[in-house]
């Protein structure tokens, strides 16, 4: 009999995308995968369109730091979901459960605690977010992407693995990137990713500054779920919602980025050496992770911050024009990054924790 996973984590696709990642290594050495995620959220949309991976679905609460009528209600929600994914798991009996956080899988790490199954989480960035720092006490291990993140958690609890990258980002074509936007061979492009839930104020941004970036640039944009502008067909600019099979060939064809500074993004921006412009998500928004990211990112030389309190169409314009005339200097440094795809450290580890077949 095959050796069995479950994995879960979602929300926004940065807690599912390194999932991806592992579950391709781990079927190639014959395990089983199963997922477990929340009705309507970001994962069920990108597990299902896989078409092989079995999908449950279970009710979660959202966590929130701020005050909202709807955190009376998350507890039951939770609750429900612990009861749901407890049952799941008695039923599908995995060796070991794979949390990648988010709120929806702090169900999933209970129920398999209920169950003594063994738990391995990844937290993507430098300061743990919230639905890892409560699953933690009932994980065997947590991976982290960023050495600096050791410090967070007690004892040896923690490693260091780094990010785990999809193989298939490393295989893209340019060519075909450009055939399926309608663009030329002959100008830049400019990639524009706010996020895998898209970014409001980086859409409205980039589109108030359209026109003189299309002089330099031709311009792929990924605005999120609903945020395309359907008014703003022009040649040389190209909107997505959401790409999934076709991103290895766009992030190919890329010479320079604007993005978010979610950790998975900007590994990935890193191991393809795209030169990056970060405009990471505010304070008011987050616990500021993508503050820390971004700074660490301009750090070590991989790329340029732009704060969004600093966000104009001019400053934008000015930034990609910089980054791109400067872009020999930013790929320079992340050809020296020691940074290494965690696949397979991680995959060891799952192996190792995982429950013996009686
Ligand atoms: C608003 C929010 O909560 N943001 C958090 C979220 O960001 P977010 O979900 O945006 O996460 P990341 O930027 O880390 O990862 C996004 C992932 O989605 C993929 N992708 C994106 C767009 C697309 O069209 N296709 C696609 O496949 C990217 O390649 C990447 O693998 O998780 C990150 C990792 O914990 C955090 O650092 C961010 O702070």
């Given at each position: 009999?095959?050796?069995?996973?479950?994995?879960t984590?979602?929300?926004?696709?940065?807690?599912?995308?390194?999932?991806?990642?592992?579950?391709?290594s781990?079927?190639e050495?014959?395990?089983?995968?199963?997922?477990?995620?929340s009705?309507?959220?970001?994962?069920?949309?990108?597990?299902?369109?896989?078409?092989?991976i079995?999908?449950?679905?279970?009710?979660s609460?959202?966590?929130?730091?701020?005050?909202?009528?709807?955190?009376?209600?998350?507890?039951?929600?939770?609750?429900?979901?612990?009861?749901?994914?407890?049952?799941?798991?008695?039923?599908?009996?995995p060796?070991?459960?794979?949390?990648?956080?988010?709120?929806?899988?702090?169900p999933?790490?209970?129920?398999?605690?209920l169950n003594?199954?063994?738990?391995?989480?990844h937290?993507?960035?430098?300061?743990?977010?919230?639905?890892?720092k409560l699953s933690?006490?009932?994980?065997?291990?947590?991976?982290?992407?960023?050495?600096?993140?050791?410090?967070?958690?007690?004892?040896?609890?923690?490693?260091?693995?780094?990010?785990?990258?999809?193989?298939?980002?490393?295989?893209?074509?340019?060519?075909e990137?450009?055939r399926?936007?309608?663009?030329?061979?002959g100008?830049?492009?400019?990639?524009?990713?706010?996020?895998?839930l898209?970014s409001?104020?980086?859409n409205?941004?980039?589109?108030?500054?359209?026109?003189?970036l299309?002089?330099?640039?031709?311009?792929?944009h990924?605005?999120?779920?609903?945020?395309?502008?359907?008014?703003?067909?022009?040649?040389?600019?190209?909107?997505?919602?959401?790409?999934?099979?076709?991103?290895?060939?766009?992030?190919?064809?890329?010479d320079l980025?604007?993005?978010?500074?979610?950790?998975?993004?900007?590994?990935?921006?890193?191991?393809?050496?795209?030169?990056?412009?970060?405009?990471p998500?505010?304070?008011q928004?987050?616990?500021?992770?993508?503050?820390?990211?971004?700074?660490?990112?301009?750090?070590?030389g991989?790329?340029?911050?732009?704060l969004?309190?600093?966000?104009?169409?001019?400053?934008?314009?000015q930034?990609?024009?910089?980054?791109?005339d400067g872009?020999?200097?930013?790929?320079?440094?992340?050809?020296?990054?020691?940074?290494?795809?965690?696949?397979?450290?991680?995959?060891?580890?799952?192996?190792?924790?995982?429950?013996?077949?009686?």
């Amino acid at each position: 009999m095959n050796n069995k996973i479950v994995f879960t984590g979602g929300g926004s696709a940065g807690h599912v995308t390194p999932n991806l990642a592992i579950i391709q290594s781990l079927r190639e050495k014959g395990w089983a995968v199963e997922y477990i995620g929340s009705k309507a959220g970001i994962e069920k949309q990108i597990i299902e369109n896989l078409g092989d991976i079995p999908y449950h679905a279970i009710p979660s609460g959202k966590l929130r730091r701020y005050l909202d009528l709807k955190n009376l209600k998350d507890p039951f929600h939770v609750m429900q979901g612990v009861l749901k994914a407890y049952r799941i798991l008695r039923k599908i009996k995995p060796q070991i459960v794979f949390s990648k956080g988010g709120f929806v899988s702090v169900p999933v790490v209970l129920g398999s605690w209920l169950n003594r199954i063994p738990v391995i989480i990844h937290e993507s960035d430098m300061t743990p977010g919230l639905a890892n720092k409560l699953s933690t006490p009932f994980a065997a291990k947590v991976c982290v992407t960023f050495p600096e993140s050791l410090r967070h958690f007690n004892g040896d609890k923690a490693i260091h693995t780094g990010p785990p990258i999809r193989r298939e980002l490393f295989q893209g074509k340019a060519d075909e990137g450009r055939r399926l936007c309608g663009f030329t061979a002959g100008k830049p492009v400019l990639m524009v990713m706010g996020g895998s839930l898209g970014s409001q104020i980086i859409n409205e941004t980039v589109r108030a500054t359209l026109d003189r970036l299309l002089e330099r640039y031709q311009i792929v944009h990924i605005c999120g779920k609903g945020m395309v502008d359907a008014g703003r067909s022009v040649k040389g600019y190209k909107q997505f919602e959401y790409i999934q099979a076709e991103l290895p060939h766009i992030m190919a064809m890329a010479d320079l980025v604007v993005s978010r500074s979610g950790s998975n993004s900007i590994f990935e921006f890193l191991a393809l050496k795209k030169p990056m412009l970060l405009i990471p998500l505010s304070k008011q928004a987050s616990r500021g992770d993508q503050i820390i990211n971004a700074q660490s990112f301009a750090k070590s030389g991989f790329s340029q911050v732009l704060l969004e309190e600093d966000l104009t169409p001019d400053t934008l314009l000015q930034a990609v024009n910089g980054l791109y005339d400067g872009r020999n200097r930013y790929i320079a440094a992340m050809k020296e990054s020691s940074v290494q795809n965690s696949v397979e450290r991680i995959v060891e580890l799952i192996e190792k924790h995982a429950k013996k077949r009686k």
